[in-house]
């Protein structure tokens, strides 16, 4: 720590290069923290979803109805604990813009899902009301809903009859739940063979499955986060922060020398210079985190396309990791050669 005052003296030489090497670090981490961001918002979903948990649709679609008889001999097959139906028509409130999933249930749905935390009165006044619906707290704040209010909700696949409240029939995609996640794949297999060539034919898969479904269907998000990183971390960062190190010891040539001939060791100067890289790249790293940090929880984003809209703890530490590590990468080289460095040389160079 007593070394830092020279280490910032340093960056200062050249406040302009200081100042534009910032700008590339804080950018190319602005770019992380919101790549991150949207990963989050499209594999949070399948992240938390049930390992028990099954779900059946009807084979040529996900809008196609199943029978509601199917749902007795479901409940038959061994291994199967609970069955529920779902039927997903879509959803708008006063704009389309307003989109999210809308789903008629089954009274039992709730226990498939015990991590779903209901108060038992809300719990029963919903099943007393045929238009009652259970809504997510972050929709309920998002529109300012409250327990008692009439909300009308437009669908975009059935349209009512009549007026503006809907009625849902017991029918639709079914979820199931089993008793052993490690049987998914051979009681969903055993499922599907039981309406096999039959009016409605089904497709059954693990719920995890069934949401990166809808994930795959934009594309691998996760290779193109990656792609993406990785061009913009190598251009931006590595090459801008290298070059500017590089330039540094250049320039200190004759200094790095006196500090040499001062007794400083080959050890010291390397961290002081890495000392310098990593400072660098912690400043400009950090304000880009903070930066889309604050954004992210003061913004207000469609949450059609990304229900969930957060910066994760864990992506924050990942990329102060980042900051550190390819801090060092790119001040490894200069940081050498300053080590290398023999003072006779360095002097006759002056």
């Known amino acids: 720590m007593k070394y830092l005052p020279l280490i910032w003296r340093n960056l200062l030489r050249r406040k302009v290069r200081t100042i534009f090497t910032l700008a590339s670090v804080f950018i190319a981490f602005v770019l ?144 199931v739940r089993i008793d052993d996640p490690s049987h998914a794949a051979e009681i969903g297999g055993r499922l599907d063979s039981q309406f096999l060539n039959s009016s409605a034919e089904t497709k059954t898969s693990t719920e995890k499955a069934f949401l990166q479904g809808f994930v795959n269907q934009v594309g691998n998000i996760k290779a193109m986060i990656i792609a993406v990183l990785t061009a913009v971390l190598f251009t931006l960062f590595l090459l801008v922060l290298a070059n500017t190190m590089a330039q540094a010891v250049r320039e200190r040539t004759s200094e790095l020398a006196v500090l040499k001939t001062l007794g400083f060791s080959n050890p010291l100067i390397l961290t002081l210079v890495l000392g310098e890289s990593m400072l660098l790249a912690i400043i400009g790293g950090g304000l880009g985190l903070a930066a889309t940090y604050f954004a992210v929880g003061r913004g207000s984003f469609n ?27 790119a001040g490894s080289l200069p940081a050498i050669t300053a080590m290398r460095l023999r003072i006779t040389d360095a002097l006759r160079r002056a």
């Open 32 to 175: 992380y923290s919101f790549l991150m961001v949207v990963q989050t918002a499209f594999s949070m979903g399948v992240d938390m979803a049930g390992a028990d948990r099954l779900m059946m649709m009807h084979k040529t679609g996900l809008i196609q109805l199943l029978p509601i008889s199917y749902q007795q001999q479901i409940g038959s097959t061994p291994g199967v604990t609970h069955v529920s139906n779902a039927s997903w028509f879509g959803g708008t409130y006063q704009d389309k813009a307003n989109q999210f999933a809308v789903i008629a249930v089954g009274t039992n749905y709730f226990e498939l899902y015990p991590e779903a935390s209901i108060p038992g009165d809300q719990l029963k006044a919903w099943l007393g009301d045929r238009q009652g619906a259970i809504v997510g707290r972050a929709s309920a704040e998002k529109y300012g809903w409250k327990i008692g209010d009439k909300v009308p909700i437009q669908a975009t696949i059935w349209q009512p009859k009549q007026g503006q409240t809907w009625f849902f029939n017991v029918d639709g995609i079914y979820d």
């Open 303 to 329: 949450n059609a396309l990304l229900p969930v809209f957060i910066m994760r703890n864990r992506d924050l530490v990942v990329g102060l990791v980042l900051c550190c590590a390819l801090g060092i990468v």
